[in-house]
């Protein structure tokens, strides 16, 4: 059974940090392409980043220089290094696993970026 658990977030004054983590057990995290998506109140659901199994990263425009993604095997976790946040960086924030093309959540963990 896959399973993934968000933590790390929470308040933060904008131009903060904050880094998510999100540990998997059931999956090998390091042999599928990894994700953080967020949604905040009233939006649809949008990609942040991706980590593909051979390391190669992508980014959403609006945190390009400012989040990076990484993972560690040893620990089959997911991180997501949040720098200079702004307010509109509020939401919920979720790990993606891709599994042979099913995707598996985790519940998500509240960001919320005010001063």
């Known amino acids: 059974q896959v399973q993934l658990v968000e933590s790390g977030g929470g308040l933060v004054q904008p131009g903060g940090s904050l880094r998510l983590s999100c540990a998997a057990s059931?999956?090998?995290?390091?042999?599928?392409?990894l994700g953080w998506y967020r949604q905040a109140p009233g939006k649809q659901r949008e990609l942040v980043a991706t980590?593909?199994?051979?390391?190669?990263?992508n980014y959403a425009e609006f945190v390009k220089g400012r989040f990076t993604i990484s993972r560690d095997n040893t620990k089959n976790t997911l991180y997501l290094q949040m720098n200079s946040l702004k307010p509109e960086d509020t939401a919920v924030y979720y790990c993606?696993?891709?599994?042979?093309?099913?995707?598996?959540w985790g519940q998500g963990t509240q960001v919320t970026v005010s001063s």
């Open positions: 993606d696993a891709n599994v042979g093309g099913l995707s598996y």
């Open positions: 059931g999956i090998t995290f390091s042999l599928y392409t």
């Open positions: 980590l593909q199994p051979r390391g190669t990263t």
